[in-house]
């Protein structure tokens, strides 16, 4: 089934500036890089510039496999979602580029990052450990929600919650 095809049951496309709002609002998200294999997924916390890029920090301790592949990845996807109930939910899938941030652009991103609400174990980790700023490029964007009741709290003409 097709997107559009879940129309009937609630499911709608958001425009660019939900998919924004939403991406500005949400913390983590997974990261897919190829292998010769299957993909590697890495669930990740980033900072999304408001624009057209996420910003991540990585471990880079020796034999980072995370840090090889995105220096060998033409192409990654990024996930972010979050699903409140059965009957609210988001889903925002990027397809993109990734790249280390040059030394000389990394004071200015990461005096802009929000990082606040990231993992304590990364956040004390990242204070003993090396450490590599990434930036994701988004080359395109699909996002999805569900904002509907249940089947029955829904009065005929009703619309949806957008946020």
């Known amino acids: 089934m097709t997107v559009d095809e879940f129309a009937d ?7 660019d ?14 990261l897919a890089l190829p292998t010769d294999g299957a993909p ?17 920090l990585y471990l880079t301790g020796e034999g980072s496999r ?5 220096e060998r990845a033409e192409v990654a996807r990024f996930l972010v979602y979050r699903a409140d109930t059965r009957f609210q939910w988001r889903s925002v899938l990027l397809t993109g580029t990734v790249t280390a941030v040059p030394e000389s652009e990394r004071a200015a ?18 204070e003993v450990e090396e450490t590599a700023l990434y930036a994701f490029r988004i080359d395109e964007r699909t996002g999805i929600q569900h904002l509907g ?8 003409g009703s619309e949806t919650d957008e946020e």
């Open 66 to 70: 995370k840090a090889d592949l995105s």
């Open 40 to 56: 590697s997924m890495r669930p990740l916390s980033y900072w999304f510039d408001g624009d057209d890029r996420l910003y991540f």
């Open 17 to 30: 500036d939900a998919v924004d709002r939403f991406l500005a609002g949400q913390r983590v998200g997974v």
């Open 9 to 15: 049951y609630g499911v709608a496309r958001m425009d």
């Open 109 to 126: 991103v990461e005096a802009a990052m929000d990082l606040r609400r990231r993992p304590d174990a990364l956040e004390r980790a990242s």
């Open 149 to 156: 009741l249940p089947p029955g709290f829904q009065s005929e």
